[in-house]
């Protein structure tokens, strides 16, 4: 995206930790608090171990080198600190190494209940609680090296997989459905719509549907896929997604769901 970020990143200090205000260690607190409510019989049962697993407080915004330390011991998996936005081929990269790209900067108070970019709160809450889960850290690791080994024509479909299980998945569980996507469980307006009654059209997920739906960024998500587990994930990045993509772009896209955007 050509968009210039309004934020800075966030630069370790030389011990390697990261300095927050008192400002933005409240603001941390006041979203963790907000979602750590509302997510409760929403979230899936994973994600929820995982928070604590991360060892995540209201207190202070983490320190990137505590959740890296975390997330090793439970999956191997790691992450990596990096500016707001970087390139498409530098994510996979990362995340063909088992690391998880983060922003280290935290949304402005203006922000609190919308940014459209990632910042430590969407990148932690969001994304690190389910990395501490063996299936879905292998999905993400197998995930970006399947891009890496795919290249920048397969980019575009690719991300749609990324974007309906890792942003805004939804998995079924002998509960019922629960959320467990970083875009929704790091959201409230995202967390309504995905799990309180909503125009929203829920759909089992199928590779060959989700690689032609077409998605926006920036609403809320009139459509939503379903997995029925994380084993499931793991076992679809394993099909020849190369040929499935080349399927995907010979039968052409859905149509939106979704005005197109002005521009
Ligand atoms: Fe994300």
Redesign the pocket.
């Known amino acids: 995206m050509a968009k210039e970020s309004t934020y800075t990143a966030k630069l370790p200090q030389p011990d390697g930790t990261y300095p927050y205000t008192q400002e933005e260690d409240a603001i941390w607190g006041e979203l963790y608090q907000r979602q750590m409510t509302l997510l409760q019989g929403k979230a899936c049962q994973e994600y929820l171990d995982g928070v604590e697993a991360l060892g995540l407080t209201s207190d202070r915004v983490p320190q990137l080198k505590d959740v890296n330390r975390r997330l090793h011991e439970t999956t191997g998996f790691g992450v990596e600190g990096v500016p707001a936005l970087i390139p498409p081929s530098r994510f996979y990269d990362l995340l063909s190494q088992g690391k998880f790209p983060l922003a280290t900067f935290i949304r402005r108070r203006e922000h609190i209940d919308y940014i459209e970019e ?1 910042d430590i709160f ?2 932690v809450f ?2 690190c609680p389910l990395l501490t889960n063996q299936s879905y850290a292998n999905f993400v690791r197998r995930f970006g090296e399947t891009a890496v080994k795919l290249g920048k024509g397969y980019s575009w479909h690719l991300f749609r997989i990324f974007w309906f299980t ?2 805004f998945g939804l998995i079924n569980t002998p509960q019922g459905r629960r959320c467990f996507g ?2 929704i469980v ?1 959201s409230p307006s995202e967390t309504r719509t995905a799990m309180e009654p909503s125009e929203s059209e829920f759909r089992p997920f199928n590779l060959m549907d989700v690689l032609r739906t077409p998605y926006r960024i920036d609403i809320v998500q009139p459509i939503y896929y379903v997995i029925d587990s994380f084993a499931q994930l793991e076992a679809i990045i394993e099909e020849d997604i190369g040929a499935r993509i080349d399927e995907a772009k010979t039968l052409g896209d859905y149509p939106p769901a979704f005005e197109r955007k002005a521009s």
Request: charge should be negative; hydrophobic fraction near 20%; charged fraction near 20%.
């Open positions: 990632p969407h990148e969001g994304h890792v942003e970083a875009g790091s």
